[in-house]
């Protein structure tokens, strides 16, 4: 497994650049620093947090729906479909190198943000988020033929779960607004960048809900690739 995922992940780090992912994610990114050097000031905490947390959820979440709807038309997973590479293999290359991106992204947003960071904390929720995201868009990836059928009808998939997040900027957040997975990811992003605050049992609470459904969404991802690629 070791050998075929780093394979795999060599390859996908020439497929982002080679498809101008990269490209494309860097200029996401100095668009949003440019937001905040010009306006950063004039912006509430929680705002600035919004922007960070876009980082790993949706940003992502399309730009992995568009890496493989261009795999899918160079016939990519087909091919992979002979070899002895497994559906797990297959997530986690993209897991590391989609998440790899997010966590450079939102490390260069906070430098510019002027918030207190907590910087163990802001790298184990968006290393989850990044995942749970990278993870939930495997199906819609497979289910959607092609690119622009993707980002138009992924946004309908997606708008649900990225709306329950919204419970994260209520101060304070309801308690059983914890079970909400997006609630608890987003609010753990507000507070570890300093926007929001949380006491240490509503943490561990939504760590544990986060992780769970980290869990989850890896469990569903593998189901989904398996269709297309096998159990191996």
Do not use: C, H
């Not at 730009?63 to 293999?89: H, N, Y």
């Not at 868009?137 to 997040?165: C, D, E, Q």
């Amino acid at each position: 497994m070791a050998s075929a995922l780093l394979t795999l992940l060599k390859n996908d780090i020439k497929l982002i650049y080679r498809y101008g992912i990269l490209a494309a994610y860097s200029f996401v990114v100095i668009l949003y620093v440019a937001l905040l050097i010009y306006a950063g000031k004039y912006m509430p905490a929680w705002a600035i947090g919004m922007i960070i947390i876009a980082e790993p959820s949706a940003v992502g979440f399309f730009f992995l729906g568009g890496l493989m709807q261009l795999e899918k038309s160079e016939d990519v997973r087909s091919a992979l479909g002979i070899t002895p590479v497994s559906a797990l293999d297959y997530f986690f290359s993209k897991a590391i190198s989609m998440t790899a991106i997010a966590l450079i992204a939102v490390s260069v947003l906070v430098f510019f943000s002027g918030n207190n960071i907590n910087w163990i904390m802001l790298f184990a929720i968006v290393t989850l988020t990044s995942v749970q995201f990278l993870a939930i868009g495997i199906p819609a990836a497979i289910y959607f033929k092609t690119l622009s059928g993707y980002l138009i009808g992924s946004i309908t998939y997606v708008m649900p779960i990225l709306l329950l997040g919204i419970f994260a900027f209520i101060d304070p957040m309801p308690a059983w607004a914890i079970l909400f997975p997006t609630a608890s990811e987003f609010k753990l992003i507000l507070v570890a960048t300093g926007a929001s605050s949380a006491a240490t049992w509503e943490i561990v609470a939504m760590f544990i809900v986060v992780f769970i459904t980290f869990l989850v969404s890896i469990w569903l991802a593998k189901k989904s690739l398996e269709k297309e690629l096998g159990r191996k």
